[in-house]
């Protein structure tokens, strides 16, 4: 049986055999001993986006993994797309250059000249929809304004937007390109948050998953 360890872009955490190409963390959020999640789904507010693959490190999946007690909770993505738009950011340890590229476009996209971490974390903590954001709607005309990167959702399936259309998600990769029109009608939602919109109007490019080129 998979772990419950797979992130979707709406934030939630399932069980999936899939794992993508990005770990990353919330917190403890699990028990060692059973491999499960608790109730909770998030120990603090920086959540972040982290290597697979880091200084020949070797961890455990949701088992002990710092001295005997649980370390974080290893969750994994598609995509750098989808964790954004699950409201994670690029972690500093890992991927300093990544984040540091991230904070710094955050700061011009606000008019922020010194910005920290912990500012992104708290404005994101308020819009992520798995801590209680509530997604706004978007339009069809709308979706045009909208950055490469960006996702949305159409009930419970979600898109990634990409050079003028919307690419279908799931756990194991994208769907091909669909027009805009094709959701006329529809009660569409921004998953991303709007932070992180901001920061992708800034130039951030995010790593996606080798099938939104196919």
Same mark, same amino acid.
Request: proline share 8%; hydrophobic share 40%; with cysteine.
């Given at each position: ?34 491999? =499960? ?20 490190? !070797? ?38 250059? !990544? ?16 910005? !920290? ?21 978007? =339009? ?75």
């Amino acid at each position: 049986m998979p772990l419950q360890n797979r992130v979707d872009p709406f934030g939630v955490i399932r069980a999936m055999p899939e794992r993508g190409l990005f770990t990353g963390n919330r917190g403890i959020i699990h028990d060692p001993e059973t491999k =499960t999640l608790l109730k909770k789904r998030w120990a603090l507010q920086a959540w972040i986006i982290c290597l697979c693959q880091f200084r020949n490190a !070797r961890r455990e999946p949701m088992g002990r993994n710092r001295g005997g007690k649980a370390g974080w909770t290893e969750l994994f993505f598609l995509d750098e797309v989808t964790a954004l738009a699950a409201g994670h950011r690029p972690c500093f340890f890992c991927r300093r250059e !990544r984040a540091t590229d991230f904070v710094s476009r955050f700061g011009k996209a606000f008019g922020i000249p010194e910005t !920290r971490a912990p500012m992104v974390d708290k404005q994101l903590h308020r819009e992520r929809l798995a801590s209680g954001g509530q997604p706004p709607p978007v =339009t069809v005309p709308e979706l045009r304004d909208l950055p490469d990167g960006a996702m949305i959702a159409d009930g419970d399936t979600a898109y990634a937007l990409r050079s003028g259309r919307a690419l279908e998600w799931s756990f194991a990769g994208y769907a091909g390109p669909i027009a805009f029109d094709r959701f006329a009608g529809r009660p569409l939602r921004v998953l991303t948050p709007a932070t992180t919109i901001a920061v992708l109007r800034q130039g951030f490019a995010p790593a996606w998953h080798s099938t939104a080129d196919t």
